[in-house]
């Protein structure tokens, strides 16, 4: 394993139909809807997530914050967020998104997942923005048991809720969610390393962590009435204990 420090730097351009508000509101208070909440202290200088500062505040079109030595997170010695937001002619925007950083520990798997995440996340965000934006999201998460850094571990969660091998993205499916049930469903995104699935009221993401030498995980971005964290982590973690239990 490499001990070696560099420096990365992810970027990607997209281009939304949401308006520069709406992509704002999303990425400064609303990021419980398609990444986890987090809380911006609203000016330059003001406190950012994970003990980082607000370099830049300036709404609806530029947010930036970095993080030095974050405590917990023994991988960087230093990470930055860069966000800016462009109206397009016609309607919609567009965002760069800017992800550096220095990673010190296993770089090439480090910096493989952060890339590989990144488009799942900004997938997952235009996917917000497109059908539940302005919506309350409840956000519950979990890692499934150990058992789900094997090869196949993110199949084998896939199954475990009835997705079928060979569905891609864009096909209508059946799944039998935890704490749900039965439900029609959306993959809006596979590959062999994420799944996404969206109903009419919560997207669900699945993070073949066990490519990068960690557990299978499970975001789930609810916005139903009455949506309850507690109660679908449980759900999530019954159902996944009994899958990789098999």
């Known amino acids: 394993m490499s001990k070696e420090s560099r420096e990365f730097e992810i970027v990607r351009e997209f281009d ?11 990425i400064t208070s609303g990021t419980g809807g398609w990444l986890w909440p987090m809380e911006y202290e609203p000016k330059e200088g003001g406190e950012a997530p994970y003990g980082g500062t607000v370099t830049a505040w300036d709404p609806p079109h530029r ?3 970095r993080s030095e030595d974050v405590e917990g997170i023994a991988e960087q010695t230093f990470n930055q967020l860069d966000h800016v937001i462009e109206p397009r002619e016609g309607g919609g925007c567009r965002v760069r998104y800017v992800h550096s950083g220095i990673l010190v520990d296993d770089w090439e798997n480090q910096y493989d997942g952060a890339n590989k995440h990144t488009d799942f996340y900004l997938h997952t965000l235009r996917q917000y923005l497109t059908h ?3 919506r309350p999201a409840v956000f ?8 789900s850094t ?13 997705l079928p091998d060979e569905a891609v993205e864009g096909t209508m ?4 969610l935890p704490g749900t049930g039965p439900v029609d469903a959306v993959v809006d995104y596979r590959n062999q390393y994420f799944i996404g699935l969206r109903t009419d009221d919560a997207m669900y993401r699945l993070f ?3 490519h990068f030498g960690a557990p299978v995980g499970v975001s789930v971005h609810d916005f139903a009435p009455g949506a309850d964290a507690e109660r679908t982590e449980q759900a999530w973690r019954g159902r996944l204990d009994e899958v990789f239990a098999r």
């Open 208 to 210: 073949g962590r066990n």
């Open 63 to 65: 947010l930036t914050a």
């Open 150 to 162: 094997a090869p196949d571990a993110l199949e084998t969660a896939s199954r475990g809720l009835g």
């Open 173 to 176: 499916v059946r799944v039998d």
């Open 132 to 134: 539940f934006t302005g």
């Open 140 to 147: 519950a998460t979990l890692d499934a048991p150990a058992a």
């Open 16 to 26: 939304v139909d949401a308006s520069p508000e709406q992509v704002w509101a999303a």
